[in-house]
């Protein structure tokens, strides 16, 4: 059985050093699913009986990068019409800071929405 002792030692590693266990560990989520930064926002300009169509559609012009004013028009049309309309929808950051630029511009905001 002697003979035996160094073919199951090197079978097993030893000759290696001794085998260190791995260990997964898991970190607890902070929140729920969704409450991190990513995910789809909605900026949701409100209609309302203070703001004129020219305001509301350079605003959007002015705070939201991807809207010309022709669009800003449109929208702003559409607010009226509906009584609402999603001006932004994206990640929650940018979609955080173009609802407070646009609530600083007089414009009436609904929450932030994710969708």
Do not use: C
Request: hydrophobic share 35%; net charge negative; aromatic share 6%.
């Amino acid at each position: 059985m002697d003979g035996l002792a160094p073919v199951l030692a090197k079978a097993r590693g030893a000759e290696r050093g001794p085998v260190m266990a791995t260990e997964t560990v898991d970190r607890p989520r902070t929140g729920g699913p969704g409450s991190g930064s990513g995910g789809h926002w909605r900026v949701i300009v409100l209609n309302d009986d203070h703001n004129t169509f020219d305001h509301v559609a350079r605003t959007l012009a002015q705070v939201i990068p991807t809207i010309t004013v022709e669009q800003g028009y449109r929208i702003a049309d559409q607010i009226h019409s509906s009584g609402r309309a999603i001006v932004w929808s994206g990640e929650r950051e940018p979609a955080e800071l173009y609802w407070e630029q646009l609530n600083s511009a007089g414009l009436t905001m609904a929450p932030l929405e994710q969708s």
